[in-house]
């Protein structure tokens, strides 16, 4: 029993983790609907174009970067708290709301200290690099978007399994309903426009008493 002891004791006093790299995997912040259906009351009050980036997603970003600062910087002392250049590398899809959530987000974990900043009107935010590729040659981030004719074989073959075809089958009513109240054929390949919406709607109005009602004619 002693020496079970002893070895768990020596196990704990030389093998002492050591955190030796983070990778930070995270989406872009809320944004506005990438399309919209004919009976939505709500997609002229947009100020933003399609599939953008919203002042609410941008707050998120931020709170996602000071968070990151709190974590890695002031509690564990893992990187300094002044940006240096070999010790991070931020990697971006190429894709306008996603750059900006880079970038958002960098904005909260390196606010600018001492002789970083660099304009006296913009004293918390420095520019600090944001990398990508094109989204077609992008296989670590997109790679969906990625040319794959196996990809595309399988997600074809998918729509035809007997199982795909059942629920489909069984959720008639419901698409059939939601096709009512959104002036658009929705299926199951569509239903992902329905959620988009709301919510996108649901983040815009920033409530949590959020309740959608459909506008039928």
Known sequence: M??????????QI????????????????????????????????????PGMLTK???????????????????DNHFLNETYIQKE??????????????????????YPPKGYQVWHNLVNNWQPIPVHTVPNDQ?????SLRTPCPRLRELLSAQKKKVDYMKKEK?????LSLLSNYTGMIVNFRELWVVYDVLKCDFYRLETSNFIYIFDVT
């Open 88 to 109: 991070i590398y931020i990697r971006s899809s190429d894709t306008p709301r996603c750059l900006q959530s880079a970038e958002t987000q960098l904005a909260g974990l």
């Open 14 to 49: 030389y093998c002492m983790k050591t955190l030796k790299m983070v990778h930070v995997v995270y989406r872009h912040g809320a944004r506005s609907p990438l399309v919209n259906f004919p009976t939505n009351s709500h997609k002229n009050d947009w100020p933003v174009d």
């Open 138 to 142: 992008d296989s670590l981030l997109r």
């Open 2 to 11: 002693f020496n079970c002891i002893f070895l768990s004791l020596v196990c």
């Open 170 to 174: 069984e959720n008639k009513m419901l």
């Open 56 to 74: 609410v997603g941008m707050n998120m970003e931020y709170e996602l970067g000071r968070f990151l600062k709190k974590r890695y910087m002031i």
